[in-house]
């Protein structure tokens, strides 16, 4: 049990679908991110949020499009995606002190047919 | 550009040998430093952090990593590593930035322990 709870734990979707991932955070933190991990590359930060706002966003994709309702959840909505964005996506979640210390979840492993 | 480095992918050892897996990174002024493990099938966990003060830091299960901060390196060690660490390691760094704590990563060093 981690505190960050991801779903679906796996996804499979056509480069036509749309769907959604899931974050929840029980930790009673502010600040909330998207990371991607792919084979043989270093951890991408895709978005990060601070108190519900976007406050960083890495050149992602406008097919990928995140949502934070409140400090507590995060989603990613994901569209027309294509077979190489196929990778582990990693909610974390911090107290947004600056420190730098993440709690991370167990991910969602995206494939893209 | 700021970044971290990782000089060791793939590092295979013997049970009860000591380890050292390297980490550096670019970037001038005052960062916070992070070692994270990731256990097969496991969500990452921190193995350990420096702020400030001692540059040797100790954490969980056995590990420590010395900060040096002339060379810009924060290597992990352990003096005797067992089966159990068989895991991926991940340096990472917060460098100063205008949103909350996002985190850079090395690339990731993947260790195999053999029995």
């Known amino acids: 049990e981690t505190g960050v709870t991801q779903t679906p734990r796996h996804l499979v979707m056509g480069m036509t679908n749309k769907k959604s991932l899931k974050c929840e955070q029980h930790l009673g933190h502010n600040a909330m991110y998207w990371y991607k991990q792919s084979a043989k590359k270093p951890l991408e930060l895709m978005f990060v949020y601070n108190f519900k706002e976007q406050t960083e966003n890495n050149s992602v994709p406008s097919r990928f499009s995140p949502e934070c309702p409140n400090s507590s959840h995060l989603f990613l909505h994901l569209h027309t995606l294509q077979p190489e964005d196929s990778a582990l996506y990693l909610c974390?979640?911090?107290?947004?002190?600056?420190?730098?210390?993440?709690?991370f979840g167990e991910g969602s492993r995206l494939t893209v047919l | 550009a700021q970044s971290v480095s990782q000089h060791n992918h793939h590092v295979i050892l013997s049970e009860a040998a000591s380890l050292e897996l390297g980490c550096n990174y670019s970037y001038g002024g005052t960062v916070n430093l992070f070692w994270y493990v990731q256990y097969p099938g496991q969500h990452l966990q921190l193995l350990l952090k420096?702020?400030?003060?001692?540059?040797l830091v100790k954490g969980i299960k056995g590990f420590e990593a010395e900060f040096i901060k002339s060379k810009f390196s924060f290597n992990l060690r352990k003096p005797s590593v067992q089966w159990s660490d068989t895991a991926e390691y991940f340096c990472a760094v917060n460098f100063p930035r205008g949103g909350a704590d996002g985190l850079t990563f090395g690339k990731g060093t993947h260790l195999i322990i053999q029995p």
């Open positions: 420096y702020f400030s003060g001692d540059p």
């Open positions: 974390a979640s911090s107290h947004g002190r600056g420190t730098g210390e993440l709690f």
